[in-house]
């Protein structure tokens, strides 16, 4: 497993811009597919993102496309969530988690980092 560590949360106006980081552990790192997910309180938790080894194949949610990006700096071992055009509706608790294979379930991934909070006001 590789551990995980997840910072740039904040609050935010609606509009704004943060960019979420994601430290990994592990000498292993590089061979993990990483994604981004999220929790709203009283809500399940959702796929927002997710990228390949490699820095390609990446996948979005449809309610972030175009205004999220994720991507990954395998010699730092971090991964990034870059959130443009925030939304009230993208409150939530994040969390960066990693997997074997290019899963969005979030059941499928192993490792998980404790989450940082993102709150978008109006």
């Known amino acids: 497993q ?7 949360g904040g609050l935010v106006q609606a509009g704004g811009s943060l960019r979420l ?3 990994a552990s592990g000498r292993t790192f590089s ?3 990483m994604g981004w997910f999220r929790q709203a309180s ?5 796929f927002v993102a997710r990228i390949g080894w490699s820095g390609g194949n990446t996948v979005y949610a449809d ?3 175009g205004r999220f990006t994720i991507s990954r700096d395998t010699g730092k071992n971090l ?5 443009h055009s925030l939304k009230q509706e993208d409150t939530a608790v994040y969390y960066c988690a990693a997997a074997n294979n290019p899963y969005i379930s979030a059941t499928k991934y192993g490792s998980w980092g404790q989450g940082t ?6």
Do not use: I
């Not at 590789?2 to 740039?8: A, I, T």
């Open 117 to 122: 909070q993102v709150t978008v006001s109006s």
């Open 79 to 83: 991964v990034y969530l870059q959130m």
């Open 42 to 46: 009283g809500k399940e938790r959702e």
């Open 2 to 8: 590789v551990h995980l560590e997840e910072s740039g």
């Open 31 to 33: 061979s993990y597919f």
């Open 21 to 23: 980081s994601c430290a």
């Open 63 to 65: 309610s972030v496309k």
